[in-house]
């Protein structure tokens, strides 16, 4: 069982960028996919997650207009696409999966987690 995060790099302010969690193992249509972010110095913070039940979306404050969850369970992977980025965004990001859990924010409730994809946005 494994997930595989990518798609990370330097962008410039304003730029776009494209994360993909690919999952190994196991399918992804039976888990919430959680994705996570940690700057230096800070927390790790949720960013946004997708059901597995209908699909529903949900989206840090931080990024709500900006960034886009989506899964293609064909590929059994899940993708962040970040748009307008923000030096702000720069961290570590990490993709979690999940069977269930009552706190899709909460990343001591996800079970699988990916080895983390460096996003630097920067002039």
């Known amino acids: 069982v494994q997930l595989q995060a990518s798609g990370g790099g330097l962008m410039q302010p304003g730029g776009s960028l494209r994360l993909s969690c690919a999952a190994s193992g196991f399918t992804l249509d039976y888990y919430a996919i959680g994705w996570f972010r940690q700057a230096p110095g800070k927390e790790r913070e949720g960013v946004s997650c997708?059901?597995?039940?209908?699909?529903?979306?949900y989206y840090a404050d931080s990024v709500k207009g900006r960034f886009t969850i989506s899964r293609d369970n064909a590929k059994n992977t899940v993708y962040l696409q970040m748009n307008v980025l923000k030096p702000e965004d720069t961290a570590v990001y990490y993709c979690a999966a999940v069977k269930i859990t009552p706190d899709y924010w909460s990343a001591l409730e996800y079970d699988y987690w990916g080895q983390g994809t460096q996003v630097t946005v920067s002039s």
């Open positions: 997708i059901s597995s039940s209908d699909g529903s979306t």
